[in-house]
């Protein structure tokens, strides 16, 4: 805290003078009175001026060596380091939420557009089929009936029953395509 031996024994230090105001009014409603009746005080933290005037804060424990309460036992640790390493334990918890979050939201994206392309796929498809019908009848002799018996397989033969194969659908569409264009 930057005082030495000397200002402690010299009793050039008085611990309210150490104290910031806010602190300063719970030692002297709440920790003074609990002091007197027990003699001692569990540890606390609150925060004591530094000799340049910034704040540092403290564990503080406390005791009465008599029953005047005119001798008594202290100790004050430094809790700089501490609540520095607790900062940054708040600070990477936060950074690994944020990062659990973009990944939320990264995987929703993948999701999205996987989605939109099985979903465009289909439909680019019927609207391609579509087209190639419109181009078909609009011609000014469609000649539909006289290619089908060009097709890969007879639809009268399996009634119902298209080609299972995306393969065979493929090749089928592909000489359909050939010959009607």
Known sequence: MGYDRDDVVGGRLRWTELTPPEW????????????????????????YFRRDGSRVPVLIGLATLDETGNQG???????????RAEEERDRLHQLEADLAHINRVNTMG????????????????????AEACVRLLDRDEPRIYPRREKLPWKWSETPGVQPKSSTMSGRCTEKVLRNWT
């Open 110 to 129: 993948e999701l999205t557009a996987s989605l939109a392309h099985e979903i465009k796929q289909p439909i680019g498809a019927v609207v391609t089929n």
């Open 24 to 47: 300063l009014e719970r030692d002297t409603q709440q920790w003074m009175p609990k002091l007197k009746m027990t003699g001692s005080l569990q540890p606390f933290e609150k925060e």
């Open 73 to 83: 036992l202290a100790f004050v640790l430094d809790l700089t380091q501490r609540k």
